[in-house]
Each structure stands twice: as C-alpha cells, then as structure tokens.
C-alpha cells in the first residue's frame, strides 16, 4: 500500500505541527500534571500541546485525502520580518518597558505585508497597544512597566 500525498501544503503543514506539539510534549516532561480538579503547571499546556497535534492531524489527514496546491516559495522576507520581532521583543521588554518594546515589535512586523501602508501599519501598532496595555496591565494586574530603564522609566 502506497501514500499519496495529494494537498502537499497541507501535509506538510499538519506535520509541522506535529514536530511543535512533540517539540512542546519533550519540554514539559518534568512537570507536574495533576488532575483536573487540582490541576499542575503542566496541566493547560498539556492540553493545548495536544490540542495542536490534532489539529496537526487533521490538517496532515486532509493532505492525504483531498487534492490541493503544491507548496510554494518560502516567503524569507516575511518569516525575518515576523520572528526577529519577535526575539527582540522578549529580549528587551524589561529594558525599554511594555510600550516602547511592543510598539516597535508590531510595527517592525507590519512590514511583513506585500502591500505595506503606514496608516494601517501605525493604527494597529496604536490599538494592540492600547489593547495589551488595557488586559495585562490593568485587567490582569501583571507588574509590567510601561517605560522601562533604558527610556528613562523605572
């Protein structure tokens, strides 16, 4: 018996997938799952660990079944312009606080975008940050600093 892959972005995507959630499932080895009325550290993301490889798959299934498009160019441009924004952030989010550290990493990731337009790209800096400034440091009180020392905040 011979697999045919039929959609192979699909195939190839629920495979990735995959490769994340094992990824994930190594990692969270050694702590504790508990139970679901008194949950572990590792309860949640045990659960979205397996939540992602079915979804994984599923998307691997379909890939198999029904025919779709060949994988096509890998999009460097892009995937630079999404991922170093995103190290930067978590490297420098105590260095220059919430807002100057997330501004700079939802514009820098704006330009991602084939068709990049400076409206667009400062009106969803401005709403996403006003949006994590209201939930994380408002509605869920997590002691972030807006400025952090290396712009002359605390």
């Known amino acids: 018996m011979s697999i045919s892959i039929k959609s192979p972005k699909d195939f190839w995507c629920g495979l990735l997938l995959i490769a ?43 890939g198999l079944r029904v025919e779709g498009p060949e994988v096509g160019a890998i999009p460097l441009r892009a995937l630079l312009l999404i991922a170093i924004p995103i190290v930067f952030f978590g490297a420098t989010l105590r260095g220059l606080g919430l807002v100057t550290s997330l501004a700079l990493t939802v514009l820098a990731t704006t330009f991602a975008a084939r068709e990049w337009k400076p409206v667009t790209a400062f009106l969803t800096t401005l709403a996403l940050l006003v949006g994590c400034i209201a939930i994380f440091v408002f509605g869920l009180g997590l002691p972030l600093s807006l400025f952090g020392p290396w712009v002359g905040g605390f």
């Open 20 to 62: 994340i959630a094992a990824i994930f499932v190594l990692g969270m080895i050694d702590l504790p799952i508990g139970s679901a009325f008194r949950m572990g550290p590792g309860y949640f993301p045990l659960l979205l660990t397996i939540l992602l490889a079915l979804l994984g798959l599923a998307i691997l299934s379909n």
